[in-house]
């Protein structure tokens, strides 16, 4: 069995963004982002506070809204690993991403987060090429 350059290519882009998902889903479900902690030491008046420091506080609020986050977010990285389930992952994939990667630009999360939500970005919508005859037939009218 050969494995091609596109095979590895799309095995790379995959892994990528399957650990990074991974990882955010499961530090999520740790209690060590988004987190009650961060809700204790968030003693900063309004109008000293950043974007970024109210846009985390707010989301720290309700833990059901970090589990569900979390748990999509698994969930798309798990969908993007199985071929027969990769259109409908890199669908989810992306619409999350999209949201995170919206979130970075407008609250100003920079640097690391962003470039990273931005690479996962791209890698979904190179895997969204790679699965075109898949989406053709979707959005077949027939």
Request: charged content about 15%; hydrophobic content about 55%.
């Amino acid at each position: 069995m050969r494995i091609t350059i596109k095979q590895l290519f799309c095995f790379g882009i995959i892994s990528f963004n399957v650990s990074v998902f991974i990882l955010y889903g499961t530090v999520k479900l740790s209690h060590m982002q988004l987190s009650e902690e961060f809700l204790i030491h968030s003693n900063i008046p309004c109008n000293d506070a950043r974007p970024i420091d109210i846009m985390w506080y707010f989301f720290s609020l309700k833990r059901g809204y970090v589990l569900v986050i979390a748990i999509s977010q698994i969930i798309s990285a798990i969908l993007l690993i199985l071929k027969r389930t990769r259109l409908f992952g890199v669908l989810l994939y992306l619409f999350i991403v999209s949201n995170i990667l919206a979130i970075g630009l407008f609250y100003g999360i920079f640097y690391g987060p962003l470039i990273i939500s931005g690479m996962c970005f791209f890698n979904c919508l190179i895997l969204l090429y790679f699965e075109k005859s898949k989406l053709k037939i979707l959005f077949s009218k027939e």
